[in-house]
């Protein structure tokens, strides 16, 4: 079905009735202007034009009107977090009521584990995918030795097979038949940030809820790139950044799911701050703590206006383009890009992401023989801007949004040169 040319992918991009967004970005150039070939989404996403706009807004309105910009601003400041949760629960399939943006991923996962992990002495351990992010492991390993636990003992980790890169569900499924008696917590990247493999999120839920688990998901490379229809998983929480996929901008806040049958339960303990109390009574002070319902109760402190401006403007882009089209576009786009790898037929590498397009997200993981990350160098010095993971991966995600087919053939034209020399 697809053709290894330039004139093919051209006439795709021809085709695309998404290409025009493209123009919609900022595309970093090298030294002498020419546009970069940037694959590199599923780390940060590239800035869309309108957000300079957005966030220039709230400048004006901060030196127009200073404090009163909180409720007399165009958008005022007070219910802004408001403005972004339509919109970001489209992109993650949730209830409105189920999704806040707030802090930052870790931050928003510690939270989460404050009120989804509560172990007991015999029911305390937490299972994570092997490979999970660093920050992840970190977050889940505190928590243990938090609560009184070591994390050797109460970590367990679900690993690929021996000679294998990918997690099984049946391998899963082992585990809880084993230890599903001593697990409180199934904790799991959706989309893993190094093979980029994407896991089955419904059965796992059913799964971890048959053995009384809790489930949550971290969503940093799933958010904007899969849809992960979380309210239907039934999961109990997710986290994730919008700095990736969601084009935000670096370190910009993160977004967390609370499911609905959590949103009133008094039983989690949580860690509360003002921003989460009755918003009819929160400038009252000197109130005791009275939870909002749904995810909103969990915010602490009033947010940062200038982040949430740039998430604006890049949900109302989403919302433009529509995500099921993006997905469509997506699914197309790293089929293109698996089958000009394969038409390479070279042993120096080997793509580790699953062939099933149900099973991963736009990014391409590329392991490299040897680990030669010379290879990484050399895609950059030729215009390419993909990330090197250790130990010996380049992951290259074309993003539906800004990428086209020809960024992606003519990675594949560079990849090619790079490996003859
Ligand atoms: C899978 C995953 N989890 C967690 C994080 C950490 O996110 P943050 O720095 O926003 O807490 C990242 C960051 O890239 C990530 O990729």
């Known amino acids: 079905m697809f053709q290894n040319s330039l004139e093919y992918a051209k006439k795709q991009d021809a085709e695309d009735a998404l290409a025009a967004f493209r123009n919609k970005f900022h595309i970093p150039k090298d030294a002498s202007g020419k546009e970069l070939i940037y694959l590199c989404g599923n780390s940060l996403g590239l800035q869309p034009k309108i957000t300079s706009e957005y966030i220039r807004e709230e400048l004006t309105d901060w030196a127009n009107l200073g404090v009163e910009g909180h409720v007399e601003g165009k958008h005022p400041w007070l219910p802004y977090h408001e403005f972004l949760t339509e919109n970001m629960a489209k992109i993650v399939g949730a209830k409105p009521s189920e999704v806040v943006v707030m802090n930052t991923l870790t931050t928003n996962l510690h939270l989460m584990m404050v009120s989804f992990y509560q172990p007991t002495k015999t029911k305390y351990k937490i299972v994570v995918e092997s490979d999970a992010f660093p920050s992840d492991k970190y977050a889940v390993e505190s928590q243990l030795k938090f609560h009184g636990f070591d994390p050797k003992d109460g970590l367990i980790l679900w690993k690929p097979r021996k000679g294998e890169v990918l997690c099984r569900f049946e391998d899963l499924e082992e585990i809880m038949k084993t230890h599903g008696s001593e697990i409180a917590l199934l904790m799991i990247g959706s989309t893993n940030y190094y093979t980029g493999q994407s896991f089955p999120l419904k059965k796992i839920t059913e799964l971890g809820h048959k053995y009384n688990c809790k489930v949550g998901f971290d969503l940093a490379h799933g958010a904007g790139n899969i849809q992960p229809n ?21 370190g910009s806040l993160g977004g967390c799911f609370v499911h609905e049958r959590h949103a009133n339960n008094e039983q989690l303990n949580r860690f509360a701050g003002w921003w989460g109390h009755n918003k009819k009574t929160r400038f ?61 037929k070279n042993d120096a590498i080997n793509v580790i992401t699953p062939r099933n397009p149900e099973e991963r997200g ?57 490996l003859k020399n």
């Open 362 to 418: 736009c990014q391409l993981s590329i392991q490299v023989k040897n680990a030669d990350k010379s290879l990484h160098t050399k895609l950059t010095e030729a215009g390419v801007i993909s990330d090197w993971r250790e130990p010996d991966v380049i992951r290259v995600a074309p993003a539906p949004l800004y990428n086209n087919f020809e960024d992606v053939f003519r990675f594949s034209e560079k990849l090619k040169d790079v």
């Open 230 to 250: 979380l309210h239907e998983t039934g999961a109990d929480f997710a986290v994730w950044c919008t700095y990736k996929y969601l084009n935000s901008g670096p």
């Open 284 to 344: 009252n002070m000197r109130q005791d703590f009275d939870a909002l319902p749904g995810a909103e109760g969990w915010q602490l402190s009033n947010p940062p206006i200038l982040s949430m401006a740039a998430i604006r403007a890049s949900l109302d882009t989403f919302a433009e383009a529509g995500f099921e089209n993006l997905r469509k576009k997506s699914i197309k786009l790293t089929g293109y890009l698996e089958f000009l790898l394969d038409e390479m």
